[in-house]
């Protein structure tokens, strides 16, 4: 049984560009949130989608930005990016919005 | 605004010894305080939780303190092993939130053999 899964692993990207990440959950799953982990810091939370809708949102402007797909999988849309981007970027997949979270090993994105 | 505060930032302990990180929070509505456990390359794994209904919850060498009129909570790993060099972040959800995290900083323990 396959856990959380995510794509691409790493990626580079210069400022001002645009960049997709992707997320698989647990089988099972069908609540998927996100949260970005800067170096040496915790995770903090981004949002949250369940059926295919944003249920929740934390403290991010709106470049930040996602999808749920029918098939439970997800994509985190980050615009015009800025040097602070850089970070972690870690899914976690939960049997609805109260269960337990499991992540994903998440995608390593670097602005420069 | 960081809610939860953790610390130590790093430590290091030998084989066989007791780490201790503690914790501290500030929104009272908080009702679930999970401890995550992080290896590098690796994304945050769930160790134990624990309820404010009660003070104490073992399971295994792994122990949760949680003093709620202190707002404090802390992680207790006894007998101490090199595979547990990793490291460890504490959080907390309220119910309202459904199991939207707030974490703290996270603490780099390093055990030595």
């Known amino acids: 049984d396959a856990g959380v899964t995510q794509s691409p692993t790493h990626l580079i990207k210069t400022r001002g560009q645009q960049v997709t990440l992707r997320c698989s959950p647990k089988s099972g799953h069908d609540t998927v949130s996100w949260y970005q982990q800067a170096l040496g810091q915790g995770p903090q939370f981004i949002f949250q989608?369940?059926?295919?809708?944003?249920?929740q949102r934390g403290n991010f402007p709106d470049r930040f930005s996602g999808h749920q797909f029918p098939n439970y999988s997800s994509e985190l849309n980050v615009n015009a990016l800025l040097l602070g981007d850089s970070a972690l970027y870690l899914c976690a997949s939960s049997q609805d919005s109260t269960g337990e979270l499991f992540f994903g090993e998440g995608s390593r994105l670097t602005v420069l | 605004q960081q809610q939860v505060k953790q610390s130590p930032q790093s430590l290091i302990v030998q084989k066989g010894g007791i780490s201790i990180i503690n914790c501290a929070y500030e929104?009272?509505?908080?009702?679930?305080f999970p401890w995550y456990q992080q290896f590098p390359g690796k994304g945050p794994a769930l160790l134990i939780a624990?309820?404010?209904?009660?003070s104490e919850k073992k399971e295994g060498r792994f122990t949760i303190s949680f003093n709620k009129s202190a707002k404090q909570f802390s992680l207790h790993i006894m007998d101490s092993q090199p595979g547990d060099s990793a490291t460890y972040f504490c959080a907390a959800s309220y119910k309202a939130a459904g199991n939207k995290l707030t974490f703290g900083g996270g603490t780099r323990v390093l055990v030595k053999p």
């Open positions: 624990i309820r404010p209904d009660v």
């Open positions: 929104n009272t509505a908080f009702d679930y």
């Open positions: 989608y369940y059926e295919e809708e944003e249920r």
